[in-house]
Nanobody
């Protein structure tokens, strides 16, 4: 079975940085498009960023462009999200997702596998 495990969340102050990791096991990680989504209390799960299987193409939500960077290390079966200049509105549970099809999509329904999430809280 494909399993995804997020880590790296925590409580930080506005302006600080965090790096989230998503470790994959099972399946064929190097063939998957990977993405990050987040969900705040009372809100729907929303797209944050995605990266193609080789890392050749990346996409970001407008709300995080210029602040977040997505990258992956296929040799380690791990995908990352570097988050800089964090804002209180970034507070959410962050989930990583895997997609078997070779293309980037921004809908949560386009992803086949999910982790359990990691909490990011940004105080002002």
């Amino acid at each position: 079975q494909v399993q995804l495990v997020e880590s790296g969340g925590g409580l930080v102050q506005a302006g600080d940085s965090l790096r989230l990791s998503c470790a994959a096991s099972g399946g064929t990680f190097s063939s998957y498009t990977m993405g990050w989504f987040r969900q705040a209390p009372g809100k729907e799960r929303e797209f944050v960023s995605a990266i193609t299987s080789t890392g050749g193409n990346r996409h970001y939500a407008n709300s995080v462009k210029g602040r977040f960077t997505i990258y992956r290390d296929n040799a380690k079966n791990t995908m990352y999200l570097q988050m800089n200049s964090l804002k209180p509105e970034d507070t959410a549970v962050y989930y990583c997702g895997g997609r078997r099809t070779y293309s980037i999509v921004t809908s949560r329904y386009g992803y086949d596998y999910w982790g359990q999430g990691t909490q990011v809280t940004v105080s002002s």
